[in-house]
């Protein structure tokens, strides 16, 4: 069922509980004017049920458009004498270490408060039963909901900067531990804290935008839910704080992450030269005595081709010269690649 939640509030307790929305109509056209009011909990309700509600209580077109539509930024709208607010609550999801967001969708008007979610969570069941059990508050009216509600999103904002918190730390020890898919993970996370960041941030204008609207009524039953708002607006510029906060540190970590992988490139481009200059000396070393060694190889090869007439094949002292002549040319190559340093 779209409609996970109905009733009518009289001085701020539960009275009647309608079976359908046109029930609800019906009751708050009898109940006593400025003590009552409905609010209408729906879950991704259809078109018709958003139709339905829209023409019972004079809902504008374009808001009822968004609502429809969803995926919209956090603003608040007003439309006459509806206002229309929309949140975007968010969750971590610690198996997967990701940052979830939701969409609520309020309109509010001087005897009905409607609340639209577009998911399961968060499930605002739970601040239906604690505005229940402070009638006082309750007694507010529709913005007392809107209080209790932007209270359940600005909370539900803590768990999520804390997980957000635990895998900056882990994203600190993989960099300085030179893990390779740090880069990876930094560039994901960067790219939730964004979209955290765009939740968060206009909260700072939907509270001014609240400030103004009460103080222009300045009704007496004000001060204390004017008083309950501001709570919550320092909650949420404490959670909008700790992101900005999240985003610097993250760019940080990401220079500090460059810098260590070039340092690591250059210490490996380093490596990699000293290496290919060790090799280029052993090769030098290689070629020289391989130099020396040829010069009396090509004298033997030649002396040993047994050709019957070649020059001082029958001289007495061709031997030793042949000898001396491999030691000279050796001698000789030895200087010079020791004079270069070759050897």
Known sequence: MTVVDNAVYVDGKRGVEPTSL????????RCPDGRSFGWIGL??????????????????????????????RPKLEHYD???????RPARYVDPVE???LGEIHLFLGKDFVVTV?????????????????????????????????????VDDYGPVLDGLQDDIDQIEVQVFDGDPKASRRIYQLTREVIAFQRAVEPLRELFGELRFRFSKTGSDT???????????ADHALRVLDRTDGFRQLLANILTVNSTLVAQRQNDEMTRLTEAGFVQNEQMKRVSSWAAILFAPTLVAGIYG???????ELDWFLGYPMAIG???????????IFKRRGWL
């Open 305 to 311: 081709m047994n050709f019957t007439h070649m020059p």
């Open 22 to 29: 046109d029930q609800t109509y019906a009751e708050l056209r």
């Open 222 to 232: 004000d001060p204390e839910l004017r008083r309950a708002l501001r709570d919550v």
């Open 43 to 72: 879950l991704r309700p259809t078109e018709d049920e958003i139709s339905s509600v829209a023409k019972e209580f004079g809902l504008h077109d374009l808001a009822v458009e968004d609502t429809v539509h969803a995926h919209q």
């Open 81 to 87: 004498d509806t206002v229309f607010v929309v949140l």
């Open 98 to 100: 990701v940052v979830e």
């Open 325 to 335: 002549l491999m030691l000279l040319l050796g001698l000789v190559l030895y200087l």
């Open 117 to 153: 979610r577009h998911a399961d969570e968060p499930d605002l069941a739970g601040v239906r039963r604690r505005l229940e059990d402070d009638p006082e508050m309750l007694a507010h009216g529709p913005f007392a909901v809107l209080y209790a509600v932007l209270d359940k999103v």
